[in-house]
RNA sequence: GGAGGGUUGGCUGAGCGGUCGAAAGCACCUGAUUUGAAAUCAGGAGGCCCGCAAGGGCUCGGGGGUUCGAAUCCCUCACCCUCCGCCA
């Protein structure tokens, strides 16, 4: 959510900005009207509010004085009625602006490359790219051949396309990695491990920006008024919603392994075969609270956390800015990073790194306060904090890249270093 | 799921429907005493929102209601505790 005041006084240079992500004929207009308004109605019922409290004592004296004072008490239930019609008026406002302010998505960094999907810049390459000396198989082949995850009709019987069911010694490459992640960013990176609910509510939803906007992409369960969380974003931004964090705190690091949930209902027509697109996947997700004018080295710092598993498991990515058109709704800036599928020659996105600058916060109400300098007069610094979070990292595409990229000719993948602790030192996966 | 009890300021804990934003204690801040600290004494101070300020509004778990007036009465929701039932 934007701030109000930004847009009242910079109403060009909001819109400008947001065009730049594709973002045109946003009510601005009538968020500053609406504003306006709202101050008004304040005032108005804030006036009324302030008469009839004065009226209270003037009435317990005349009564005391065994007086009736009807008239006193007319005065003040008409006041009364003047206050209901004025505080009715104010919600009705105040729920008008809200549900604007919602559909407006985030202001792009000023650093942020201006274009659209294909705009964005490779910021930089790490590895060297996987050469075979005979033909290698993709992912879908390794997986059959190999029977580490089920990928076919038999897996859809349980849940339909697009959900994978893994086997044997492939489902344990996935509690493997899920365990080597989560080791690396709590024990190195200084991360507080969360185990959040895989659901949310509404509110939830709405406090990183899931809802309103794209309720298609959820799974509900209306019953309950739940949906099942697209990532663990969701759940562990909203640990601290409506609440201040003490300033001394900042900045805060969480990281999180859950199944995210997602329809997919925009990628009709991008339908692929395998790991690469599902409903439903794994992910360790990281997340970081910050004071506002620490959130740029936060995300250079998130973004080091986050590739971190793919250089020690030796794979061959990349760094990829996103340009302002291909920002999501929520993010001003965002850092895509991509593992190397060498049978295919795709890079896959692994991970996400945004910074959120205050959005996040002001929709979930998010502040922080410093504490007041011993002896000082001065108040204590208020704000709302900045939120960022990039995955660290989602498995399927991981599992894609480790297994196209260590794969032998005469079948199974040989298991990279890093991982074999996690594996029972096992130096060989699904031969 | 059923029955009962509770939720007051950073903490503990009072609070006849009318100067209660709320006693008291602890913690906190300022000053005195002290070489310094502790102890003691005298003062001060809840939080949030709008506002440059003056000032105003909101706030006793959340929401609604009764009343001229609600921390105090009623309804409802959430959470906590106890008992019963069920359960990995």
Known sequence: MLDRKLIAEKL???ARRLATRGAEGLPLEEIVRL????KELQHAFDEARNQQSQLGPRIQQAMKRG????????QSAELKAAVREHEASLREV???LHELLLTVPNLPHPEAPLGGEDDGVVVRTEGEPKEFDFEPKDHVAL???SGLALLGERASKLAGASFVTFLGEGARLVRALINFFLDLHTREHGYTEVSPPFVANRETMTGT??????EEELYAIPRDGLYLIPTAEVPVTNLWRNEMIPGERLPLAYCAYTPCFRREAGAA???TRGLKRLHQFDKVELVRFCHPEASDEQHQLLLRHAEEPLRRLGLHYRIKELATGDLGFAAARCYDIEAHSPATGEWLEVSSVSTFTDFQARRANI???DPKAPGSKGKARKGFVHTLNGSGLALPRVIVALLETYQRPEGGAVVPEALRPYLDGRELLGA
């Open 35 to 38: 504003d306006r308004r709202r």
């Open 367 to 369: 502040r922080f306060k």
């Open 94 to 96: 105040e729920a008008q």
């Open 67 to 74: 007086e009736e004072a009807s008239d006193l008490k007319a």
């Open 269 to 271: 027509g991008k339908m």
């Open 209 to 214: 920006g899931q809802l309103p906007k794209f």
């Open 143 to 145: 997986c059959e051949a």
């Open 12 to 14: 060009e240079e909001c």
